[in-house]
């Protein structure tokens, strides 16, 4: 029993490890060699897992050489474009100028209904607002709406937002973050000086960030309001 449990907490470690050298791309963002690697590396880890007498090299070895594969392929991707496409294939347009074209729907089996709930995935009820419509090399859809049916900017009426850059946590589950500080300039006495406004200390909160414009958002661990 203890032989199993520690085969799978190093099988786990190794496919974690593995895993992340991958890069970071949720399951809908996979190409079609990274989903194969996946699945390969799940089962390979599995037999060791579980057959105390299969040596759990026999599982770590062919990750690790699915690991460098995917790797190589990864590099030959960036390196050659007519390897790109052989390996990933290339992003098809399903819907030209707001017209389906049936024949491309043929060729990636897509469906009318299928279609239409990959466009209410984003948010489109209509496929009469669609202009184009492109089935990535992922799987996933973009959609470009017909201009009167987009979405209004700041730009079509000739604004100019303020510049607002990203916010950043200061404390969380009241741990400072002395990196996030550093990089607004500002150091723990401003922080203190900060959070007392509020009737509290900074190890005090539950959450404090600063955001682009300069304002504070903080909240003490145990309140719901601010």
Request: aromatic residues 6%; contains cysteine; charged residues 25%.
């Amino acid at each position: 029993m203890l032989i199993t449990f520690v085969r799978a907490v190093v099988l786990y470690i190794i496919v974690l490890v593995v895993m992340r050298l991958m890069g970071k791309r949720e399951i809908g963002q996979l190409q079609p060699f990274e989903l194969a690697i996946s699945i390969m590396i799940a089962d390979l880890a599995s037999i060791p897992m579980t057959e105390t007498g299969v040596p759990i090299t026999k599982g770590i070895i062919p990750i690790l050489g699915l690991l460098v594969m995917h790797l190589l392929i990864s590099v030959l991707n960036i390196k050659s474009v007519r390897a790109r496409e052989i390996v990933c294939g290339k992003p098809r347009i399903l819907i030209y100028r707001g017209k389906i074209d049936e024949k491309a729907l043929i060729k990636e089996r897509f469906t009318i209904n299928e279609l239409e709930e990959r466009l209410r995935i984003n948010n489109v009820s209509s496929i009469g607002d669609v202009e184009y419509a492109i089935l990535e090399t992922s799987g996933n859809i973009t959609v470009i709406q017909k201009p009167n049916k987009r979405t209004t900017i700041p730009e079509d009426f000739n604004i100019m937002p303020d510049y607002e850059g990203i916010p950043y946590d200061l404390v969380v589950d009241g741990k400072v973050m002395e990196e996030n500080l550093k990089k607004i300039g500002k150091n723990y006495i401003w922080l203190k000086n900060q959070v007392e406004k509020f009737g509290y200390k900074p190890e005090e909160a539950l959450i404090v960030t600063f955001d682009g414009k300069g304002q504070i958002f903080c909240q003490k661990k145990g309140e719901e309001d601010v």
